[in-house]
């Protein structure tokens, strides 16, 4: 029995894996779906007699004489073998026949278009990298232009114009820097320290590290070339100290 039981899967399997198979027994369920929902689903209630014999004498074959006899009985019986049989296997024969054209002509259809959005976007992207290219062409031309324009100017600029440029772009804590360095060179001879414990010597002018470091970077200040220890202003600084007077901002 159970040799039966595991057989009887084993051919289920077989069929079920099948796509030939599987296909028609969809068609089957599919075309005679009325007998089966009546066969699982209906309440027994709601028939007059055994659900079996209900089915078979409003969907299945008459194996009795009617009003035709036994001709009409044999007619009948293969009548509705091919109407409930019949059918779904024509209908699986033009699933498996035409089933796969229609896919591949569909995945034609959809391989094609892929293919349009693709030579679309790579046109676009093709125009885009062109104007792109131009443009950056263009905007390096322009910067060239533009550094040759500056490089000119600053040629034909004499010195005092290239400092009025940086002076107007001085601030407070440049300002308090330069009066820091004349209260130095003007005051202790360019006599100047930087260390905060010796402040109090007042041969020398203390100078925060802070302040000197903006002169020196400004190129403002220079050592005295025989003595480390002095400080005098350098062309620049002297140029910057005669604006600041003339503004009067010092």
């Not at 036994?70 to 091919?82: D, K, Q």
């Not at 104007?131 to 324009?149: G, H, R, V």
């Not at 414990?197 to 050592?223: C, E, G, Q, T, V």
Request: cysteine-free.
């Amino acid at each position: 029995m159970n040799d039966f039981i595991k057989s009887s899967v084993d051919w289920f399997k077989e069929k079920t894996n099948s796509s030939l198979y599987f296909t028609y027994f969809i068609f089957v369920i599919f075309w005679n779906w009325k007998t089966f929902y009546t066969l699982f689903f209906e309440d027994a209630s709601l028939f007059e007699s055994p659900r079996i014999e209900y089915i078979i004498a409003n969907f299945g074959v008459h194996f009795y004489a009617t009003n035709g006899g036994i001709l009409y009985t044999v007619l009948e019986f293969f009548t509705n073998i091919i109407w409930h049989a019949g059918v779904p296997i024509l209908l699986t024969f033009l699933a498996v026949k035409y089933l796969p054209r229609f896919n591949a002509w569909a995945h034609k259809i959809e391989v094609k278009n892929y293919f349009d959005r693709k030579r679309v976007y790579d046109t676009e992207k093709d125009i885009y990298q062109k104007d792109l290219t131009s443009f950056l062409e263009t905007e390096a031309e322009e910067k060239k232009k533009q550094k040759t324009a500056k490089d000119s100017i600053q040629v034909s600029q004499t010195q005092e114009e290239k400092w009025d440029f940086e002076f107007f772009r001085i601030n407070d804590e440049d300002i308090r820097a330069i009066k820091v360095g004349i209260s130095a060179i003007y005051e202790k001879s360019g006599r100047f320290l930087t260390n905060p414990m010796n402040a109090s010597d007042l041969r020398f002018k203390y100078i925060p590290h802070d302040l000197y470091a903006r002169l020196d970077s400004m190129n403002l200040i220079k050592k005295d070339d025989s003595d480390s220890s002095r400080i005098e202003f350098t062309e620049k600084g002297k140029y910057f100290v005669r604006k600041l007077q003339e503004q009067k901002r010092i």
